[in-house]
């Protein structure tokens, strides 16, 4: 994985030219992409199918490692459109991809659920197009899956590529959409993958949160799902200790995308919240920046600088309705089935590290079987490269039905 300094080095490149980018002064408030801007085939149709996980639609895709677009994924790829629900229950239509080795596997192909980290809120930032255009900042660890001979399957999340606002952050709504790529991967004509084979959970930041949500909510959402285990990595578990050490850090935007991602999922209009110049950021920040970009752009940012009031916005998630709306995200509440793996970098200066390592405890206590592993690669960004290269040999393990190892 790239250090901060190239991500936001390569950041800077990629939004300074960018064609069509709109300036902050630009937007007057926080807006959703139009649908001109969307390609059809992210546009849901009418009506769903009636099972959560099933494919409305698919097209063939490509998996570029470099923006170039010179180094090509060894494997089929394939564009989709499945239901799942958001975190009320209520259908709708998300994107991903799934990806099949050419690689031959012997017995059943196992199928990981690459739960994708922090991708932005523009629809073009969804992982299934920034796949094809060799942009997707996650690339190396997807390929080192795909390596092993494992088919992987890529969720796009609610509203990321899709009409709406990226629930950024909503347990539920992420957690059952990598649960249904999984249902989605297994149905999916011409992919030839194993309608009932053994499949797992992964994912790193963002997408550790995700995974941890999917292993939480498996039992009761996705019985039938043999998941052989989950990988956990960097996961923001607690959105509270997260928030407080996001706000005017180097990552100050994701802090911005939680809130609206939250407001989204919860139906709350957050506009009243923020000045005309926090109008323009947020609205800059859906519609325009992927994450390199965004950080490259408003390093630093502080929630004061675009509040009414001018108070930071810690201080809202304290009083209603945002206090429970931040509880309610928090995981270490339910007891995962399958083994995980936790890994967690102790110099993370994103997600900081006490929060993995609760989670892990958390766990233990509800008697999961837990592996905790951390290490001291410095800053959030590289130590991913640690958590992929501990998940393989773990995740190997788990598909030749060895005995998971329990740091409980």
Not at 29 to 48: C, G, I, M, Q, W
Not at 192 to 201: D, E, R
């Amino acid at each position: 994985m790239p250090s901060l300094a190239v991500v936001v080095l390569t950041a800077c490149s990629s939004w300074c030219l960018a064609p069509g980018a709109q300036s902050a002064d630009a937007l007057s408030s926080p807006r959703v992409a139009k649908a001109a801007d969307r390609p059809a085939f992210y546009e849901p149709p009418a009506t769903l199918p009636t099972r959560n996980g099933d494919v409305i639609r698919s097209e063939r895709a490509a998996f570029h490692l470099d923006p170039l677009k010179l180094i090509k994924a060894d494997a089929s790829v394939e564009r989709i459109m499945y239901r799942t629900t958001d975190h009320t229950g209520k259908p709708i239509a998300v994107t991903g991809t799934v990806l099949t080795p050419k690689k031959a596997h012997p017995g059943p192909r196992p199928i990981v659920a690459f739960a994708p980290g922090t991708q932005g809120l523009a629809d073009k930032c969804a992982p299934s197009r920034q796949m094809a255009e060799g942009t997707e900042y996650e690339a190396l660890p997807i390929k080192h899956l795909l390596d092993q001979g494992w088919a992987v399957v890529v969720p796009d999340y609610q509203g990321l590529g899709t009409p709406g606002v990226h629930t950024y952050m909503a347990r539920e709504a992420q957690g059952r959409a990598v649960l249904d790529s999984l249902r989605a991967a297994q149905r999916l004509q011409g992919a030839h993958l194993p309608n009932a084979g053994p499949v797992a959970l992964y994912g790193y930041s963002q997408g550790g949160g995700a995974s941890a949500a999917a292993a939480e909510l498996a039992p009761s959402y996705a019985p039938e799902l043999k998941i052989k285990g989950a990988v956990v990595g960097a996961p923001p578990a607690d959105l509270d200790a997260v928030a407080a050490n996001l706000d005017g850090s180097a990552y100050g935007a994701f802090f911005n995308y939680s809130l609206s991602g939250l407001g989204a999922a919860y139906g709350i209009d957050i506009e009243p919240y923020l000045t005309r110049h926090g109008k323009r950021v947020t609205g800059d920040l859906r519609d325009n920046h992927c994450t390199t970009q965004a950080i490259a752009k408003y390093p630093f940012l502080q929630s004061r600088s675009l509040t009414m009031d001018g108070r930071p916005l810690t201080e809202r998630l304290k009083s209603a309705p945002w206090k429970k709306i931040v509880a309610d995200q928090r995981l270490g509440t339910q007891r995962p089935a399958v083994p995980v793996l936790v890994s967690h970098s102790r110099l993370d200066d994103v997600v900081p590290h006490k929060v993995g390592e609760k989670l892990a405890s958390d766990w233990c206590r509800l008697g999961a079987t837990v592996k905790y592993t951390s290490n001291h690669v410095p800053g959030h960004i590289a130590a991913a490269a640690a958590t992929s290269s501990t998940a393989a040999p773990w995740l190997k393990d788990r598909f030749t039905n060895k005995t998971a190892p329990n740091t409980c």
